[in-house]
């Protein structure tokens, strides 16, 4: 079994690996924009009820883009902290232009 992570910057190779296919990689940057964009407009109007919403936005498209494109499963079953972290760092990077969709 293989040692488990003992940082972040370990884990996100391992996380990039997971996300080559392009369209695994749009779904996940569009699921990241609608949960950054509720959490600002739930801040901005004071309705925090549409952060209901975020599990569905976060997790639906993601989870589109593993089990349909990548064919594999969610690093958020073993390592949802830096799932997590990867998920934003993966949207700094694809909106950068570091990394291609």
Do not use: Q
């Not at 952060?51 to 639906?60: D, H, R």
């Not at 064919?71 to 990394?99: C, E, I, Q, W």
């Amino acid at each position: 079994m293989p040692e488990p992570y003992r940082s972040f910057r370990e884990f996100y190779p391992d996380y990039l690996e997971e996300h080559r296919d392009p369209r695994s990689r749009l779904l996940h940057f569009v699921g990241t924009f609608l949960v950054l964009a509720t959490v600002a407009a739930a801040a901005w109007t004071g309705r925090w009820d549409w952060l209901v919403a975020i599990p569905a936005f976060g997790y639906g498209f993601a989870w589109i883009g593993h089990f349909v494109f990548e064919r594999n499963r969610p690093a958020t079953f073993k390592h949802p902290l830096y799932s997590l972290a990867g998920d934003l760092v993966m949207f700094r990077d694809l909106l950068t232009g570091r990394l291609k969709f």
